[in-house]
């Protein structure tokens, strides 16, 4: 779990701080840093812990001790890694500096969910609105992130192109990162 969490974290600075905007929950993340004055990693903890308190109120089964410990560990290195990356001003590298984060990102975020330690605080709110309301789990995200997105602009985050690529890349990764994990590192079967 806390390399998969330093893997995501490290990935999400990288890609936010190329400049082509945030991606869907870092969208939110960066109004309510810049609404509330917070850092990244403190509004990306606030939005966990009103998440996780939903995930608690409305369908408890999806939080475990990983949820919580995933979000105290990705939070503080959200600020430890948001200045340490170099960029180099040229688009077209900062865009694959970009890309890279999203993987890093996406890969991160496999490992820790292929542990099975609870969900992640975004998740735990997806499947809650899923599984007690019988909605398909992919509309429920779909119309998550369009809401978290449409917010985060709202108090000030950046819509851009890392948006889109984060909303088409991750889930792909997620998912084969996810079970490569599963398969080789935790020697599971499919």
Request: glycine share 16%; aromatic share 8%; charged share 10%.
């Amino acid at each position: 779990m806390a390399t998969g969490s330093a893997v995501s974290a490290y990935g999400i600075t990288l890609a936010i701080g190329a400049g082509f905007g945030g991606g869907t929950l870092a969208v939110l993340w960066q109004g309510v840093a810049r609404t509330f004055g917070l850092t990244l990693g403190q509004a990306s903890f606030a939005v966990a812990a009103l998440m996780i308190a939903f995930s608690l109120a409305y369908d408890r089964r999806q939080i475990c001790l990983g949820t919580v410990l995933y979000q105290v560990v990705y939070g503080l290195l959200v600020d430890a890694f948001s200045g340490v990356h170099g960029y180099t001003g040229r688009p077209v590298a900062d865009a694959a500096l970009m890309m890279a984060g999203i993987v890093l990102f996406a890969v991160g975020t496999g490992l820790y969910a292929a542990t099975d330690t609870g969900r992640g605080s975004y998740e735990a709110v997806t499947f809650s609105l899923s599984e007690k309301n019988g909605w398909p789990a992919g509309r429920v995200r779909v119309a998550s992130d369009a809401a978290v997105v449409a917010l985060g602009v709202l108090l000030g985050g950046e819509l851009g192109l890392c948006t889109a690529c984060m909303m088409l890349a991750s889930g792909p990764v997620i998912q084969w990162s996810a079970g490569l994990t599963r398969r080789r590192l935790l020697g599971c079967k499919d």
